[in-house]
């Protein structure tokens, strides 16, 4: 069973529209973080984001922010203003304890995104 | 900026030859990782190691073996490869255990033919 699904394999936008990506997760860990990354087609893999599991508030950087929703173990990363430079793909990814001593991360499948000039 | 190095950028093999991949960080971090992202750009972690001590150790085949001399680096061996292992492998690198945002390299693209 997939612990962290992207149902969006693909999706589009027009040049300037606000985006949203959705992600969900299974955790039982009470602590965990979940992360927002953007693969480049050169497959360069760059950090956009992150809310912690604790922090009831919706983390914001620039033009992305997410939209948690905690009890549905849900998030979402949102782009305003979007630009055809954000296209690739986008990968939620979950840290959650591996043992006493690390976390683990795990990945979605990605939602590739398209935005058009 | 890359901080993240890994060479090669790709490699092409035949079935049951030994490859090396390189991977060094000039970040600072103490935890660096490889990952395995498949055709379907699935990326599945592997091994992660801090401060040169493996923490995270997936359910990967015995012919992966990871190797750290020191923080800074993280190379991974692959003895005698199979088709399956095609694949880009990513390294990573992130202060604290996992649990921090991760800067990655740009791949090693391997092909076994």
């Known amino acids: 069973a997939q612990r962290v699904t992207q149902v969006q394999p693909t999706g589009s936008s027009q040049w300037g529209e606000e985006v949203t990506l959705d992600c969900s997760y299974e955790t039982s860990e009470y602590f965990y973080r979940i992360f927002w990354y953007r693969q480049l087609f050169s497959g360069e893999m760059v950090f956009l984001i992150y809310q912690p599991s604790f922090d009831t508030q919706n983390q914001r950087s620039g033009r992305y922010s997410v939209v948690f929703q905690k009890s549905f173990k849900s998030i979402s990363l949102v782009i305003s203003a979007s630009q055809p430079e954000d296209s690739g793909t986008y990968f939620c990814?979950?840290?959650?304890?591996?043992?006493?001593?690390?976390?683990?991360?795990?990945f979605g499948k990605g939602t590739h995104l398209h935005v058009l000039p | 900026e890359t901080a993240v190095f890994q060479t090669p950028n790709y490699h092409v093999t035949q079935v049951g030859n030994e490859v090396s991949f390189n991977c060094k960080q000039t970040?600072?971090?103490?935890?660096m990782y490889w990952y395995k992202q498949d055709s379907k750009k699935l990326l599945k972690i592997m091994f992660s190691?801090?401060?040169?001590?493996?923490?995270v150790n997936e359910t990967v085949p015995r012919r992966f073996s990871p190797q750290s001399s020191d923080k800074a680096h993280l190379n991974l061996r692959i003895k005698s490869v199979e088709p399956e292992d095609s694949a880009v492998y990513l390294c990573?690198?992130?202060?604290?255990?996992?649990?921090?945002?991760?800067?990655f390299g740009p791949g090693t693209r391997l092909t076994v033919l």
């Open positions: 990573a690198s992130s202060t604290g255990l996992g649990d921090y945002e991760q800067y």
């Open positions: 990814a979950l840290s959650e304890l591996y043992d006493t001593n690390a976390y683990k991360v795990i």
């Open positions: 190691y801090n401060n040169k001590q493996l923490i």
């Open positions: 970040l600072g971090h103490d935890t």
